[in-house]
Nanobody, 124 residues
Framework: QVQLIESGGGLVQPGGSLILSCVVSGRTSNEYTMGWLRQAPGKGREFVAAITWAGGNTDYADSVKGRFTISRDNAMDTLYLQMNSLKPEDTAVYSC?????????????????WGQGTQVTVTS
């Protein structure tokens, strides 16, 4: 059973930066795709970014391209999301998710494993 534990959320001013981390355990192979998804108050889950664990292929939502960077550290079994130039509309609970296939997906339902989420609030 894959377990995901996020950290790094917080309160930041517009234009600021945050880095989120997700420690991954229980993964039995490198044939996984990892994702970051978010949910703002009153809205559904929204895809942010994804990366294939083995090859490092990435995919981003248009709303975060050029501002966010997803990466992973194989040795530390940790997924990261570097968020720069944050905007108030980035405010949401950010969750780490995993799917046992080597293909990125923007559909939340394609990810069977989820962390508990971490709050990111962008406000002046």
């Amino acid at each position: 059973q894959v377990q995901l534990i996020e950290s790094g959320g917080g309160l930041v001013q517009p234009g600021g930066s945050l880095i989120l981390s997700c420690v991954v355990s229980g993964r039995t192979s490198n044939e996984y795709t990892m994702g970051w998804l978010r949910q703002a108050p009153g809205k559904g889950r929204e895809f942010v970014a994804a990366i294939t664990w083995a090859g490092g292929n990435t995919d981003y939502a248009d709303s975060v391209k050029g501002r966010f960077t997803i990466s992973r550290d194989n040795a530390m079994d940790t997924l990261y999301l570097q968020m720069n130039s944050l905007k108030p509309e980035d405010t949401a609970v950010y969750s780490c998710a995993a799917r046992p296939w080597i293909e990125t997906s923007a559909r939340p339902n394609d990810y069977p494993y989820w962390g508990q989420g971490t709050q990111v609030t962008v406000t002046s």
